[in-house]
């Protein structure tokens, strides 16, 4: 099974206002579910990359940051961000996220612009930088996008404009056996039992039979370290048994003789 992998999917007008999928990370992982039912299974996923490539060539040429890198101060990041949202024409491109089956919920949205008439690249994770952020997935999440129709933007893709959008992940993943919480059960449910008749042996008065102070009752035959097999405690029960009938013939070897 992969441990990394690849994906991409391009928007063109036909796709309209629709939210596309991009990766499904549930499918990916359905073939471990064959060890679910005796295993833990546990992955750790990372997204490490997601950009698109942009052919907006209806659009006219828009401001282009030049002059803003990774190193850039925020707020020469943010007044070059206010300076494409208030210039030019726009696509907005939202980005999405659902769990399982659940609703598309948006996460972001970037703004895609022409420049000079040619492809573009565009880093949706960080914006204006040269390179991405890696983030940390849930393994039943669902990544999509969508072309956002807004009044004061474009409206859409139109005519041969394309927006193609990949990234790759990676994932890590752990199997451990289950615990059978049968067999727990029932090794306790033992050692309850276990100190539980060692408790009622150690009551005994010490001149009793059973619990005499002379180095062959029951009591002083069976210790706690004894209790790990019922074996042992057998074995040892009747070790008491025959320290107390001696050499007694059989006829009197009953505790009433």
């Known amino acids: 099974m992969k441990n990394s992998g690849t994906f991409i999917r391009s928007l ?9 999928t991009l990766v499904d990370f549930n499918q990916i992982l359905m073939p471990y579910q064959e ?12 997204l490490e990359d997601l950009q698109a490539k942009c052919g907006l060539f209806s659009l006219l040429e828009a401001p282009w940051p030049n002059n803003v ?11 070059e ?4 949202k208030k210039e030019g024409q726009k696509v907005y491109l939202g980005i999405y996220h659902a769990y399982g089956n659940g609703p598309w919920i948006k ?10 008439s040619l492809e573009q690249p565009w880093a949706l994770m960080a914006p204006f930088f040269s390179t991405n952020e890696t983030a940390l997935l849930d393994e039943d999440l669902k990544i ?4 956002e129709n807004k009044a ?13 959008i990949f990234g790759s992940w990676r994932k890590k993943t752990e199997i451990r056996k289950k615990k059978d919480e049968g067999m727990e059960a029932v090794w306790a449910e033992l050692e309850t039992l276990k100190l539980a008749i060692y408790g009622r042996l150690t009551d005994l008065p010490a001149n ?43 006829v009197l070897d009953t505790l009433d003789e």
């Open 208 to 250: 009793t039979l059973l619990g005499r102070s002379t180095g062959t009752g029951v009591v002083e035959q069976i210790s706690q370290s004894t209790f790990a097999k019922s074996a042992d405690v057998n074995a040892a029960i009747n070790v008491a048994i025959e320290d107390l009938a001696g050499a007694a013939p059989a």
């Open 152 to 164: 004061q933007g474009n409206g859409g893709l139109k005519s041969s404009d394309y927006i193609s």
């Open 144 to 147: 999509g996008v969508r072309v």
């Open 12 to 20: 063109v007008p036909a796709d309209g206002n629709a939210i596309a």
């Open 69 to 79: 890198t990774a190193l850039s101060s925020d707020a020469a990041q943010m007044a």
């Open 107 to 116: 996460k972001g949205e970037e703004i895609l612009q022409n420049k000079n």
């Open 81 to 84: 961000q206010d300076k494409i």
């Open 35 to 46: 060890f679910t039912v005796d295993n833990i299974v546990e992955h750790v996923i990372v």
